[in-house]
C-alpha cells in the first residue's frame, strides 16, 4: 500500500512537470554584444581589448516557408553593448519557425569603428538555432559577440569581383 502511494504521488508529480512543458513560451528572447575590435594595439589589446559600442543598431528578420519577411525588428546596444529583443512567436495568427530568423549588424554610431565584420557573423546573420535557455516561460538565443572594426583593420577584399 505504501508503495502504491509513492508511486501515485511521483506520476502526480511528473504530470505537472510535462503540464508545466506543455505551454511553449509565447515570445523568443534574443540577446548579444556588440563590440570594436581594435588591430591598432598589441596581440592582448587585439584578443582582450574589444571595447563595447552603446547604440549601435541591431536586427532581427523571420521568413515565412516560402522566404518572405514576416517579422523585422531592430534594438540598440546599451551602454555595456548589449542588446536584448523580444520576439512574438505569433505574428498575425502564424507561428514563427526561430529557426527562420537572422540576426545581424545593422550600424554603429562610433565614427572610426563603424565597418561591420563578420567575426561571429554579424554581417551575414545569424540563424537561431540553438537556445541558450530553455525554460517553461522562456526560450533565449544569445549571440556573439558581434564586431565592427576600424578602416585600418578592415582586410580588402582579394576576390577581383
Known amino acids: 500500500m505504501v508503495l502504491e502511494i509513492i508511486v501515485a504521488s511521483l ?3 511528473c504530470l505537472s512537470v510535462s503540464e508545466a512543458w506543455k505551454d511553449e ?12 575590435q581594435d588591430c591598432t594595439g598589441d596581440w592582448n ?24 519577411v514576416v517579422y523585422y525588428e531592430s534594438d540598440k546596444t546599451d551602454e555595456r553593448g548589449e542588446f536584448d529583443m523580444i520576439v512574438q512567436k505569433s505574428i498575425n495568427g ?6 527562420q530568423c537572422s540576426v545581424r549588424l545593422v550600424s554603429s554610431p562610433d565614427n572610426v569603428c563603424n565597418l561591420l565584420t563578420d567575426f561571429a557573423g554579424g554581417r551575414s546573420g545569424v540563424k537561431l538555432s540553438r537556445p541558450s535557455h530553455v525554460l517553461p516561460d522562456l526560450v533565449k538565443y544569445t549571440l556573439g559577440p558581434f564586431f565592427f572594426t576600424t578602416p585600418m583593420c578592415d582586410e580588402p577584399d582579394t576576390t577581383g569581383y
Open 25 to 36: 513560451p509565447k515570445k523568443i528572447h534574443v540577446s548579444g554584444k556588440v563590440l570594436c
Open 45 to 68: 589589446d587585439w584578443v582582450q581589448g574589444s571595447k563595447p559600442i552603446k547604440d549601435s543598431k541591431v536586427s532581427v528578420t523571420c521568413f515565412d516557408d516560402r522566404g518572405r
Open 11 to 13: 506520476m502526480v508529480g
Open 94 to 99: 502564424k507561428e514563427l519557425k526561430p529557426n
